[in-house]
């Protein structure tokens, strides 16, 4: 199993370190493993010019899977767009069609304090964000700042074609048939066309998952419904934006961002897998970032493309030992815990396993 690690930028390459250190734990065991470290992001812009150089496009068109830490920072926000770390990402998402975005978000029990919301709200938390990844506002045509009556004017579109809502649509609905059997569509119809097609294709898939139960919801509805009464939901579908502002807030609800993991994949289960946050720049280099979300995107990918659900419940198991055994990075410390930093977490996990 080919396996391409992109460590990043930031805290990236500290909570890869410690991901890799729990798959080399469990080689093996019906797993063997071969890595191949490429660039991409800020450093890849410092050591070659751009945040997703041609060796980095191979070796991630090579692999089975791939394995990412984060990237950007502030070294490189005043870089022309073409040049931004971001645009790696974006670049590999579009390149290997991973349109399908799978943001779990699991409140284990022991962090039900960790929550900014009142324990009963969140206790037992269990919800699968699915999250289309190729399209919409990020990638629309035309986008720019142009010149227009003596000032500059930006502009984006939002679009996406029916093949495109088709294609997550039926992630969803298999994923929701899958869990609770309850899918919440979440657009924005009563603006935006784009998202009224959304919805017409949502309700046109359903007619073939009549096990399914489809619900609609506007986006602002959706937010505020997350903090007020989240286990209402099971599945949620949306577009690339909506997504990607939701899918934070539901990492709270978690606890902290720091849990959160995610695998995007495309329609053949090639996926490449990464935590849902951010390259920290507050805290890089310090040792003190949560290695969770990286190790449990780790997991998903043992699940989703090497088909090895023993292995990756051997890792989430693990993870659930360590935090009944009161281990906590910063980011989950509340009083009475043990607060560790990123190499004593990923040392915890490798223990549990
Ligand atoms: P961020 O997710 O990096 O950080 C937000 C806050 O959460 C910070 O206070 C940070 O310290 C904390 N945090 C994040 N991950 C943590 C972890 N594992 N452990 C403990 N604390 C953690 O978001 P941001 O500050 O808005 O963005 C920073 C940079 O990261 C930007 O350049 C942004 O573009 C980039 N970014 C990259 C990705 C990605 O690579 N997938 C995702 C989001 C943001
Ligand atoms: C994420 C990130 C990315 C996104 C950025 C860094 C391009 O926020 O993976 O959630 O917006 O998709
Ligand atoms: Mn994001």
Not at 55 to 80: C, E, N, Q, R, Y
Not at 321 to 334: C, F, H, P, S
Request: hydrophobic residues 45%; glycine residues 10%; negative net charge.
């Amino acid at each position: 199993m080919k396996i391409c690690v992109l460590p990043g930028d930031g805290i990236g390459p500290e909570i890869m370190e410690q991901a890799l250190r729990v798959l080399e734990a469990l080689r093996g065991d019906g797993f063997n493993f071969e890595v191949e470290t490429a660039l991409i992001g800020g450093s890849a812009v410092d050591a070659t010019g751009t945040p997703y150089p041609e060796a980095t496009s191979k070796a991630a068109k090579a692999a089975d899977a791939i394995l990412l830490g984060a990237v950007g920072g502030p070294k490189w926000d005043t870089l022309p767009r073409e040049q931004r770390p971001e645009r790696g990402l974006l670049a590999i998402r579009k390149e290997l069609n991973l349109f399908a975005n799978l943001r779990p978000a699991i409140l284990y029990p022991e962090l039900a304090n960790a929550s900014t919301l009142k324990p009963e709200v969140v206790a037992g938390l269990d919800i699968l964000i699915v999250r289309e990844l190729t399209g919409d506002i990020y990638f629309g045509q035309p986008r720019g700042v142009r010149e227009e009556n003596g000032e500059r004017v930006g502009f984006n579109t939002m679009v996406y074609s029916e093949s495109e809502i088709r294609r997550i649509g039926k992630v969803a609905f298999e994923a929701a048939r899958k869990r609770g059997k309850k899918l919440c569509s979440v657009d924005k119809m009563n603006v935006l066309e784009a998202t009224q097609l959304w919805r017409d294709v949502m309700i046109e898939i359903s007619a073939d998952y009549p096990d399914v139960e489809l619900s609609h919801m506007l986006v602002d509805n959706a937010a505020m419904q997350l903090v007020r009464a989240p286990k209402q939901f099971d599945v949620m579908v949306t577009g690339n934006m909506f997504g990607d502002i939701l899918s934070d807030e539901a990492s709270m609800l978690t606890g902290s961002i720091g849990m959160l993991p995610s695998a995007s994949l495309d329609a053949n289960n090639k996926g490449l897998y990464e935590p849902s946050h951010g390259s920290a720049p507050d805290i890089a280099g310090k040792g003190l970032a949560n290695p969770l979300a990286t190790i449990l995107s780790a997991a998903m990918m043992l699940r989703y493309t090497f088909n090895l659900e023993a292995q990756a419940l051997r890792i989430e198991n693990a993870v659930k030992k360590v935090l009944a055994a009161g281990y906590r990075t910063g980011d989950i410390y509340e009083a009475g815990t043990r607060q560790v930093g990123t190499r004593e977490m990923g040392d915890a996990v490798i223990a549990a396993l």
